[in-house]
């Protein structure tokens, strides 16, 4: 089976890249690249951005990695 990078439009093969699925939604990316690109870009375009903050400080946190630096470059 093969992917299809959602940024880029190349394609790749399954085991290969980035792929997160959460229920009807799926996500491809040939490269960490392109999974940076479309990051950039949710944070440009998402309307309320605090909201999206709050949900990565929560991860971060989860994870136990947030430190001041990280949250200050967000
Ligand atoms: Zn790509």
Redesign the pocket.
């Known amino acids: 089976m093969r992917r299809r990078?959602v940024?880029?439009g190349?394609t790749f093969p399954e085991g290969q890249g980035i792929v997160i699925e959460h229920s009807r939604l799926v996500l491809e990316?040939?490269?960490k690249r392109?999974l940076a690109r479309f990051f950039r870009r949710l944070f440009q375009d998402a309307p309320d951005i605090s909201c999206i903050e709050k949900t990565i400080k929560d991860i971060l946190e989860e994870f136990g990695r947030v430190s001041e630096k990280t949250v200050k470059k967000l």
């Open positions: 990078c940024v880029c190349k990316f040939h490269s392109c």
